[in-house]
Every structure is written in structure tokens, then in C-alpha cells.
């Protein structure tokens, strides 16, 4: 198994920055514009890099992923049209090598949000989110299709469980996979459809810079339960609050403000499906992780899950 210097050091390497600064001379070109200026590259992990590219008509920004998220640039490129406008349309991408280049999209909610000391934002985010998801519904053939993996609620059982056997040291309180085939099961009996799911939605994931809030990254993005999403942006970030002290945010008016859009279109309580769900939604992101490159990461999600209440 390759290092993590090793992963890194291939978004480094002089031939891949050559390849990606031809491609991205010849796509800017195609649009009437060109480099102007030093190509940066300030964010490097092992399954991604991001470039910042001057030109003549204002900074464009390059994104290029390892094969867990080369899915990216084609479902963003999906999701965008279907979003009226918080979801922007890439510059250029190729499926292929899952290369993306997008407009500035201005500065970050993790920026904005120490100036303004509210977290009110978030409550157009989430309503605004989950209309993509909505209307995304229709959508999940062509975003199977497109490479997002899939984690719908009869796969996630059977993932959890060869998550588990891949562990070393798993925490001997985790329930085997038969209670979370009955989580999923009651999750499924509020009739809500999946659909594309970012799994990863937090204030630096979006971006303030066309006069709407607008939803970025969707490389760690799936198709499953919608409301799993509440796990990460409510529990992991949106409760922590301004300050980051946990638990010092009310959830409840941005719960609201997520749900609204649903309830216009099913019934039954919601909410007890979104508690389950943001419980769960533990399992669907440590299944949905980085777990070579991170496995740290994945011990915490299912703590959150042992944490949660059903």
C-alpha cells in the first residue's frame, strides 16, 4: 500500500502539473481566456488537490481527485442545473480523469461566520440544500451512472459490516450489522426517497460569492437517505456553534428550515425520521470515508454513532 507522502507527493509531481496546467490553458482557452499569472496550489491531501488560477477575467480555481471522488466533476456538472443556481456550473470537467475547473465562488461561510456572529445562514443553506435533493430524486440512474457511490439503506448492513472487519481495533460496543438493518428499516418506513446526499456539508463547503449561498465539493458526495446529511452539518458542525463549543447552538430552527421543503411534499413525522436518520447517518459517513488514508477519522463517526440515541 502506497505512503501518504507517497499519495500526496503525486499531486506534486512534475508530470501531473504539467498534464493539469495544459488542461487547464486549453479549457480557458476554448472560453476566450487565459493564465495570467503563477499557478498556486494551496490544498493538497491524499485524495485531492486544488489549484488557484489567475487569468485575465479573474481567478478560476482546478480541482483534481483520486479514484474515490473522480465522480465529482460529472455529478456536479448533474446537480448544477437542477439547483436554480446554488450549485454552480463547472468552467470544464472531464469524467475521465475527474478534473474540474470552476469560477471564484467568493469567500466561505467559515470566513463570514466570525464577522457576523450567526449562525442564521445556515437556515437558507439547508432549505435551499434540500430542494437540490428533491429535486435530484428522479435523478439517482444517472447519478449511480456517473460514479457516486452507492449507500442507499438495503446496502448499508452489509457495508457496515466489511467496514468493520477491515478495523483492527473496533470498538467491541458496536452493534453488528443486524441492528442497523432494523435502523434502516424503520428509516425506510417513512417512505422518503434517496437521492444525492453530499456527506460532507460544512461551512467550508460553502460559498457566498454570486449573491446566493451556493453548495461546493461534492466529492464525498452518495446516493442515499437524504436526511443523513444531518448528521455531519447539524450534529458535527451546526451545534458547536459559533464559538465551537458544543452543544451551544439550538438545532431546532435549522432542523426547521432543512425539513420545510420536505414537508411540502410528505407526511408523517419528519422529525422522528430525521433523528433516526442523523443517528445513522454516523454509519453512512464512516461506510463513505477516507478509511485508508484516515482511519482516526472513521473511529470518530462511529463513536458518533454509539453516542447517538435511536
Avoid at 499519495?7 to 487547464?24: E, Q, V, Y
Avoid at 496550489?41 to 478560476?60: A, E, F, I, K, N
Avoid at 448544477?80 to 469524467?95: H, N, Q
Wanted: contains cysteine; charged residues 25%.
Amino acid at each position: 500500500m502506497a505512503t501518504t507522502t507517497e499519495l500526496s507527493d503525486r499531486w506534486r509531481d512534475p508530470g501531473f502539473l504539467d498534464a493539469a496546467h495544459a488542461w487547464i490553458a486549453a479549457r480557458l482557452a476554448e472560453r476566450g481566456r487565459s493564465v495570467a499569472g503563477a499557478v498556486e496550489q494551496p490544498h493538497v491531501t491524499d485524495w485531492s488537490t486544488v489549484m488557484r488560477v489567475p487569468t485575465d477575467d479573474g481567478p478560476v480555481w482546478f480541482k483534481a481527485n483520486d479514484d474515490t471522488m473522480r465522480h465529482e466533476a460529472a455529478v456536479t456538472a448533474l446537480i448544477a442545473p437542477l439547483s436554480a443556481g446554488r450549485v454552480p456550473m463547472p468552467l470544464a470537467g472531464d469524467p475521465r480523469t475527474g478534473w474540474l475547473l470552476l469560477a471564484d465562488a467568493g469567500p466561505r461561510l467559515r470566513d463570514v461566520i466570525p464577522r457576523e456572529r450567526s449562525l442564521e445562514r445556515w437556515h437558507d443553506v439547508l432549505e435551499a440544500y434540500a430542494r437540490i435533493q428533491l429535486a435530484c430524486e428522479d435523478e439517482v440512474d444517472a447519478l449511480l451512472a456517473a460514479g457516486l457511490p452507492d449507500r442507499r439503506l438495503p446496502t448499508l448492513p452489509a457495508a457496515y459490516a466489511d467496514l468493520l472487519a477491515q478495523l483492527d481495533d473496533a470498538d467491541p460496543r458496536l452493534p453488528d450489522a443486524g441492528a442497523i438493518d432494523d435502523l434502516c428499516a424503520r428509516l425506510a418506513s417513512y417512505g422518503i426517497r434517496e437521492t444525492v446526499q453530499h456527506d460532507d456539508l460544512h461551512d467550508g463547503q460553502v460559498f457566498l460569492g454570486s449573491g446566493v449561498h451556493q453548495v461546493l465539493d461534492w466529492g464525498d458526495a452518495c446516493v442515499s437517505h437524504p436526511f443523513f446529511t444531518l448528521a455531519v452539518t447539524l450534529e458535527g458542525v451546526v451545534a458547536w456553534g459559533v464559538d465551537d463549543e458544543e452543544g451551544s447552538e439550538d438545532l431546532e430552527p435549522h432542523l426547521a428550515a432543512y425539513l420545510r421543503p420536505y414537508e411540502e411534499r410528505y407526511a408523517g413525522d419528519l422529525r422522528e425520521a430525521a433523528r433516526l436518520a442523523m443517528r445513522l447517518g454516523w454509519v453512512c459517513r464512516a461506510v463513505n470515508g477516507h478509511l485508508p488514508h484516515d482511519p482516526g477519522q472513521t473511529h470518530t463517526r462511529l463513536r458518533m454513532f454509539l453516542d447517538g440515541r435511536p
